[in-house]
């Protein structure tokens, strides 16, 4: 008996290792409104916000200032695409080489990109492409694992919040 009670709970044992998965951790949306309302309060810049971008989940939001952006708060909103990719858009009045590095992951500058009539950079790392948006007064970064065309559209969506 005792023989046959082993074998069923070893039996048991290995159909659970064979067919149990570990589940993949849920995607945490966060509300991004009171760090646009001080956002918009405090930046001296109009802020831009992505808008009509179906699938896309908020996952981080923050006004605060950076290692690199001397000093000068950074918009940053984080995104997860409908495709499971991370896409951020950051908006600083920090113009910077030492900012920009930070906010591309340390991308190498590449071709320019005319997105409705402006002129971004584009910045490459192995895991990372970065569409750099410089200014006088505010720089705009669209960055992530995305693809180029669905940081492009990103950048397309931007609108005064």
Do not use: C, N
């Amino acid at each position: 008996m005792v023989w046959s009670m082993g074998l069923v709970l070893a039996l048991i044992g290995l159909i659970l290792v064979v067919t149990l998965r570990p589940q993949p951790d849920a995607v945490k949306v966060v509300d991004p409104t009171q760090v646009l309302i001080a956002a918009r309060a405090l930046a001296p810049f109009p802020v831009l916000v992505p808008e009509g971008l179906d699938g896309y989940q908020v996952t981080s939001a923050r006004w605060q200032e950076t290692a690199k952006s001397g000093g000068d708060d950074v918009l940053h909103l984080g995104y997860v695409t409908p495709g499971a990719e991370y896409v951020q858009v950051s908006q600083s009045a920090a113009t910077t080489g030492e900012f920009i590095a930070e906010q591309t992951a340390g991308g190498i500058a590449s071709e320019q990109v005319r997105i409705d009539g402006a002129q971004w950079q584009l910045y490459e790392t192995a895991e990372r492409i970065s569409l750099v948006l410089p200014g006088a007064k505010v720089t705009t970064v669209v960055s992530g694992t995305a693809t180029q065309e669905e940081l492009e559209q990103v950048a397309r969506s931007l609108a005064p919040s």
